[in-house]
């Protein structure tokens, strides 16, 4: 199976460790977002992938490029314009102390970007599934506008069209709401995914008796979530959702409940102690659901735990990529969860 996804990649700028801005006087430097990192997850498994993007014409546009291709992503379909890269500051938490973003992504490359640039018809040629977020049209009117482009044409071709909610509050500022882009660009997805805020957030769709930031999320209160999106948007076949509960920065638990054809699955719940890095947690899940679903076809428990053990062990590493390989999360499924050294 033959993967596409589709949005920005950006420069990520780090305080060293767990420094605060105010005491920063470098930054680590890698590149990183939401359909990138599914992008590279999908390739480390073994799994054919192009990301789609644009990209300026400069230095920096070829070390987003190399940094991709390095990790086995395809990036023949990029296009290459406009002025700027984006840019997000990342300072990472620690206990109680949260982590904080940044973004300086207005006017980027892909922000610019208008219909008919690319060449969706082409993109998809050789494709069987295709993945967004809602990350991609909150950056701007013009990107919305080629997402549904893009969304629509591969809803055309027969491909399977797969989308994590991701709602992003400090993005949505061109002018609509994700409540008014989202509806138009769900309606052709098959699976969807969400975090336990996402559905609230952008389609007023809440589980009940809940609360977030309490450290304790109730799987069974999520049915609801995934059923009202079901009966929202019939052509959704999948429906997953990820379980984190926020003990503190540095401890999490984590897990997903996953609806499909009537019935819902859950996963077991790891206990994150030691978090090095959760950014990309909800986008390595979605890359094991992908690889899940292709690997294991009608056994949706398995492809629920592979997506669950894949993201727990991203949190073990720096970056937004999820730099893991199919045996060791297969080891994980398999209840070793032991971290012993392997000799």
Known sequence: MRVVTFGEIMMRLAPPGFLRFGQARSFDVIY?????????????FGMDVDYVTRLPANDLGDA???FLRQYGAGTSKI??????????????????RASKVIYDRANSAIATIQRGMLDWKAVFADADWFHWTGI?????????????????????????VSCDLNYRS???KWGKGPGEVMPELVQYCDVAIGNEE???????????????????VDAAKYRHVCEALVERFPALKTVAITLRGSLSASHNTWSGILWHAGQVYTAPTYDITHIVDRVGGGDSFMAGLIYGLDTYGDDVQSALNFAVAASCLKH?????????????????MGGDVSGRVSR
């Not at 840019?87 to 938490?93: D, N, P």
């Not at 991609?136 to 399977?160: F, K, R």
Request: glycine content about 12%; proline content about 3%; some cysteine.
């Open 32 to 44: 990183g977002g939401g359909e990138a990192n599914v992008a590279v997850s999908l390739a480390n």
């Open 64 to 66: 987003c490029v190399m």
């Open 79 to 96: 296009v290459r314009g406009g002025d700027r890269l984006g840019i997000y500051f990342l300072e990472t938490g620690a206990m109680q």
């Open 136 to 160: 991609t049209p909150a950056i701007s009117e013009s990107l919305a506008d080629v997402c549904l482009e893009g969304v629509q044409t591969a809803h055309e071709m027969g491909l399977t």
């Open 170 to 172: 400090k993005l949505w």
């Open 198 to 216: 996402d559905a609230a957030k952008v389609f007023g769709i809440h589980a009940p008796d809940t609360d977030v930031t309490s450290g304790q």
């Open 316 to 332: 073990s590493i720096v970056g937004d990529f999820n730099m893991v390989t199919v045996p060791e999360v297969e080891k994980m």
